[in-house]
């Protein structure tokens, strides 16, 4: 008798998609302690500002929220290379617990009526310590994804986009509380979501170990590239295109007579990214993320010359409203190029670097634009805004396609084109990296 074919094996469902492949992950807590763990960074900066600014002035108020700018921008690689070579966990649970302590003094001095030196060395503290929780979660799905690169590209729009809805609800949140219960209560209040969720963030079961125990196979690996040095500079532009805008409206408020509006027209950014973000997680499309970066750059560049016309709250709402469209979709691609030029090993490292870019723009245009709203007019900020957009448009069209390849589309598992020049690998590299 004829021998009976054998029956092909099944092919095993695909993996899940978009939302449900990214809760599949790390399960639903994760998310969850990320974004309340990450929630300080945003009420710190507003809290700082307001609670120095109703005992001290906004000339001390300024400078105070600078310093801790200045902190997180110089501790946010030091603490993703720590988190890198040590694991997540012990180097969480230390910058969580000095962080909260920080804070605590920062607040203790500033009610005490410490000289400005003592409150600008813990400013400082503040800043260095912060946990880098953001960064540090991004760098956990590119893990949890291993290869899958439809969903790495899914978890970390899904993450950039939380990290739109905490900048949306922190300031939000650290203008009620100043109100309604005592400028202080927000910066106290980041101490404890940051000691509370940053450690329970740091406990779960999905946090990585050390991506690199040898030191030598460490010593091997190369942070920076020419792709990973433009995006840093894209970052560094877009902090500073968010921080003219920011401080044209807090200008155009205070000429209106209208101060305490600032913040809700600045939140009318943030809603809009956030819309923009989600939509990106469930309809990523099928462009590679460098088209993505510099098709999301000039449009944001083209909606921010909206700013120039504006006259009232109203126009500045709009106005910011439609700059938000394209901001997280344009951080998505960001972060997504990020994980494909940043080494395996120390990604944690190049997420922080591309974070402190962001935090170094808005420090350097807030220190421009402030002095030229106070003597040309809120306009004059927002022509921050729209020179940091342009350079940021013209720069990724000239140069992305160059030095970053066409980039794969998320949805795409074969390996990108590499960034170009050496790069030396280390025997320590995981396999799920590409």
Known sequence: MPTPTPLPAPTPPPAPAGYRGVFALGGRALPVHGFLARLPAALCPIGTLLLINERDGIGDAGTIAAALWLGQALGGPVIGRLAD???????LLVACAANAAVLLALVAAVLGGLPLAARL???VAAGLTAAQVGPLARARWVRLAG??????GAALSFDTTLDEVGFMV?????????????????????????LVFGTLFALHPTAPGPTEPDPAARGDVRLWSPGLALLFVVAVLQGAAW?????????????????????????????TSSVAGFVTVARPGAAGLTVRLRRTIAVQALLTLALLAVSGLWGA???????????????????????????????????????SGLIIGQALAAAAAGPLAAAYGYRAAFAVS???????????????????????????????????????????????RR
Do not use: Q, Y
């Not at 922190?170 to 940051?194: D, F, K, N, W």
């Open 243 to 271: 921080s003219g805008a920011n401080t044209g409206v807090n200008a155009l408020a205070v000429a209106v007579g209208s101060p305490g509006a600032a913040g809700l027209v600045w939140a009318a950014m943030a809603v």
């Open 170 to 194: 922190g300031p939000a949140l650290a203008g009620i509380l100043a109100v309604t219960v005592h400028p202080a209560s927000a910066l106290l209040l980041a101490a404890t979501l940051g």
């Open 121 to 123: 060395v813990l400013a």
């Open 147 to 152: 290869g899958d690169k439809a969903l790495v």
């Open 85 to 91: 070579r040590r694991g997540h966990r012990p180097v």
């Open 386 to 432: 729209c020179a940091a957009a342009a350079a940021s448009a013209v720069l990724a069209w000239a140069a992305a396609d160059r030095v970053l390849g066409p980039g794969l589309s998320p949805n795409s598992s074969s390996p990108p084109a590499p960034s170009p020049g050496p790069r030396r690998s280390s025997p320590g590299r995981p396999p799920a």
């Open 317 to 355: 709402a709009f106005a910011v409203a439609g700059i938000g469209l394209a901001v997280a979709p344009h951080l998505i691609a960001l972060f997504g190029l990020v994980e494909r030029t940043g080494p395996a090993g120390r990604m944690g490292e190049a997420m922080t670097v591309a974070g």
